[in-house]
């Protein structure tokens, strides 16, 4: 496949910013998104070019640090899908693309399309644990969950924190980041003492961090490699509305 590529590059925080236009040849249908980029980045460094700057690390949809706009969408166009998982088989030969890093203003760019999610860490932070003393690890059954409660538990916990949510919300909202991260530990047993507290320290450092209101679009969910549903954002603000009520 011979692909053109059009790339975000921006050296730095301070730096405007520019995208620039590659055009790679010989790329295999079988290859992951991110391993093209490494054979453009191959190319620039034997060139003497400076290599374009991406996050990546387990390369297996598990980490949740690869992360970039392509052809306006998060991640791209493959539902359930992190661009680390994205292969090449499903472009065009001969077609464009472009790569641009997430955009929100809590995730400031520090070289092309490496954002700062330290925003992310910040809000788990705040509340995105169980402080209680729970002792040693239970027998397994020793506490009754439904299967309704475990299965939504499970759900909210497949949350990357991956930020792809922010990139294709309008409002650069976090709020399905900051639910999943809630809910997988309100709907437990060991998450009940601190439910409501977590739940106003959470939302209240997502807001303190410059994310913007949810307004139920629903694009954060579409483009989310997990698929978390919208429903874990109910849950939060119910949370959230009962804890500001005491």
């Known amino acids: 496949m011979n692909l053109t590529l059009k ?9 405007k910013g520019r995208m620039v236009t590659y055009h790679v040849e010989d ?26 700057a991406f996050d ?4 297996e949809g598990i980490c949740g640090m690869c992360g970039m ?3 306006g969408v998060a991640h791209g166009e493959q539902r359930a ?9 499903h472009f ?4 464009t693309i472009t790569i641009e890093p997430w955009r929100a203003a809590p995730f400031p760019v520090v070289k092309d399309l490496v954002v700062d999610r330290s925003a992310f860490d910040r809000i788990i932070q705040a509340g995105g644990f169980v402080s209680v003393p729970a002792g040693s690890a239970p027998d397994a059954h020793s506490i009754p969950v439904r299967k309704e409660d475990a299965d939504a538990a499970f759900d909210a916990a497949t949350c990357i924190g991956c930020g792809a949510c922010v990139a294709a919300c309008p409002n650069g909202s976090a709020s399905l980041f900051t639910a999943a991260k809630i809910t997988h530990l309100s709907l437990l047993p060991q998450g009940q003492p ?6 106003k320290a959470m939302v209240d450092q997502m807001d303190a961090e410059g994310f913007g209101g949810c307004t139920n679009t629903g694009e954060c969910t579409a483009v989310c490699p997990k698929g978390i549903p919208l429903d874990a954002i109910a849950q939060m603000n119910s949370d959230y509305l009962k804890a500001n009520s005491k």
């Open 69 to 71: 706009v392509i052809n």
């Open 194 to 199: 601190e439910r409501l507290s977590r739940a």
């Open 56 to 59: 990546h690390d387990c390369r």
């Open 92 to 95: 065009e030969d001969g077609a």
């Open 81 to 89: 899908t992190t661009t680390c998982q994205l292969h090449m088989r």
């Open 7 to 15: 790339v975000w590059r921006q050296s730095g925080p301070s730096d």
């Open 27 to 52: 790329v295999s249908p079988d290859m992951s998104f991110l391993e093209m980029l490494d054979v453009l980045n191959e190319r620039l460094i034997l060139e003497g070019d400076d290599p374009v």
